[in-house]
Nanobody
Framework: QVQLVESGGGLVQAGGSLRLSCVASGRTFSTDTMAWFRQAPGKERENVAQITWNGRIYADSVKGRFTISRDNAKKTVYLQMNSLKPEDTAVYYC??????WGQGTQVTVSS
């Protein structure tokens, strides 16, 4: 099994930045997909960004503002979030290969 531990959430003013981290343990492979999702109250969980062995994909709502990256040696995936907006407020979840989830970390962006 794979375990995912997230960190880096917090409260930030609009226009500010946060960097989320997700450390994986267990049987993982550098070629497998890792992703970030988010869920706001009353909303469906949204796929924000994903990184595969050959590229990155972003939701239109975050494109140009968020960057997903990974450090395979550390089994860690990051989400750098810049130019944050109140609409980005949500619980952010790390996902490994579509099968495993982190516990979530709260991101709150104030106006």
């Amino acid at each position: 099994q794979v375990q995912l531990v997230e960190s880096g959430g917090g409260l930030v003013q609009a226009g500010g930045s946060l960097r989320l981290s997700c450390v994986a343990s267990g049987r993982t492979f550098s070629t497998d997909t890792m992703a970030w999702f988010r869920q706001a109250p009353g909303k469906e969980r949204e796929n924000v960004a994903q990184i595969t062995w050959n590229g990155r994909i972003y939701a239109d709502s975050v494109k140009g503002r968020f960057t997903i990256s990974r450090d395979n040696a550390k089994k860690t995936v990051y989400l750098q979030m810049n130019s944050l907006k109140p609409e980005d407020t949500a619980v952010y979840y790390c996902n490994y290969n579509g099968a495993y989830w982190g516990q979530g970390t709260q991101v709150t962006v104030s106006s």
